[in-house]
């Protein structure tokens, strides 16, 4: 009995290897058998990086599927490639809305391109909707950096001509002294609308030049509170003095535009410059060159002057628009800033500058010898008029 045990004892040692072996299961296979009406397919093996489930780390996939080289082996050279060839940047599309391009979008690009910016009004005045125009920057450019040369140019170079010129040359005197006899140059409706055109001329003048140049000059000066009253009641007297000089300038036109026709008597006055250096004065009618000058740059420059500062007063007459309106501010301001320059030289003229000048616009009476030194024909007309009131032609002495 005890050998039987023995044996059998014997014979369970020898089959224990070979059952483990039998119901170990496989690593690849799973311990469990499947629910009935399962696919009979085995997930996917693990990926790169996941777990198998059993702490062990999974194996990686295979590095490639070419069936020519086994998995693991290390990958040949990558082939290179041809760069790129560069193409144009494509600008991208501007921002769409449901309707379109944005409103902001289209307002930054006629901003950036230098275009017309506009709004969108429900007042019949559809011009107020324009909000930036490119001829708005040339007109302001225009007036505070060229209008500023111009002007500074012209006035203060006359006036720096005009004080070398007082240096050099004096005052003119005349040559043969006062004669204690005059004669009347100009009658009473001459000198009132003379002096209507002159005032107002003064007038505008100032208060133009103080809209160019007052915030530069005078505002340091006064401050902001006088320059502001100043300015308000300039632009008042500015608007409202246009009317009696454009009156004046009319009148002007039809009291002496037949004296002030060019002829031949101008062309040696010009060729000595009116003995203004020393020379001999030339002979001249009523008005010399000079003067003939001064008349049609009042006439005709003060006459586009009146007209464009009215376009500006009463804007938008008819079909003009802004456009038209920085146009007459431009032609206006021009204009003007020349007149100033010019005037100053008259005024320089007809006041220290010239003996007896002044006695004309005056009281209308001017010394014979003055006459008779710048106006010499028009002296010898005027004692040929005297002289027929006298003695009418046909006359005769009494008792023949």
Do not use: C
Request: proline letters at 8%; aromatic letters at 8%.
């Amino acid at each position: 009995m005890r050998g039987i045990s023995s044996l059998l004892l014997a014979a369970l040692l020898l089959a224990a290897p070979v059952a483990a072996q039998t119901v170990a299961p496989s690593p690849a296979m799973p311990t469990e058998r499947p629910h009935p009406g399962a696919s009979d397919v085995q997930s996917a093996a693990p990926g790169v990086g996941e777990s198998r489930g059993d702490g062990q780390p999974a194996r990686q996939n295979p590095e490639t599927a070419d069936p020519q080289r086994p998995t693991g082996t290390a990958p040949g050279p990558v082939p290179q490639q041809a760069a790129p060839t560069p193409t144009a940047p494509i600008p991208a599309p501007p921002p769409m809305t449901a309707r379109g391009p944005s409103a902001d979008e289209l307002e930054l690009q006629r901003t950036l391109q230098g275009g017309r910016i506009e709004g969108r009004v429900t007042i019949p005045n559809q011009a107020a909707g324009v909000l930036v125009q490119p001829e708005g920057r040339s007109w302001r450019q225009f007036h505070n950096v060229t209008l500023n040369w111009v002007g500074g140019i012209a006035v203060g170079g006359m006036l720096l001509i005009l004080v070398a010129f007082f240096l050099v040359r004096g005052r003119m005197v005349m040559t043969e002294g006062r004669s204690g006899r005059t004669i009347q140059r100009f009658n009473a409706l001459e000198r009132a609308n003379h002096w209507m055109v002159a005032s107002s001329f003064i007038v505008l003048g100032l208060s133009g030049l103080n809209i160019t140049f007052g915030r530069y000059l005078l505002l340091p000066l006064i401050g902001p509170e006088a320059f502001y009253i100043l300015a308000q009641y300039g632009k008042i007297a500015h608007n409202f003095l246009a009317f009696p000089f454009t009156l004046g300038l009319i009148v002007m036109l039809l009291l002496w535009v037949r004296d002030n026709i060019p002829d031949r008597t101008d062309i040696e006055w010009v060729k000595s410059f009116g003995g203004l250096f020393g020379g001999a004065h030339p002979r001249a009618g009523r008005f010399n060159a000079g003067q003939k000058v001064v008349f049609w740059i009042t006439v005709l420059g003060g006459g586009l002057v009146a007209a464009s500062g009215y376009f500006l007063i009463f804007p938008f007459w008819g079909p003009l628009d802004v456009n038209d309106m920085q146009l007459a501010h431009i032609v206006h301001s021009v204009l003007s800033v020349l007149m100033v320059a010019a005037m100053l030289a008259h005024i320089y003229i007809g006041s220290i500058g010239m003996e007896g000048a002044y006695d004309a616009m005056g009281s209308g009476q001017v010394d014979l010898n003055w006459a008779r030194e710048h106006h010499s024909l028009w002296v010898e007309d005027e004692m040929a008029k005297a002289r027929q009131v006298v003695a009418p032609a046909g006359a005769r002495p009494a008792g023949d």
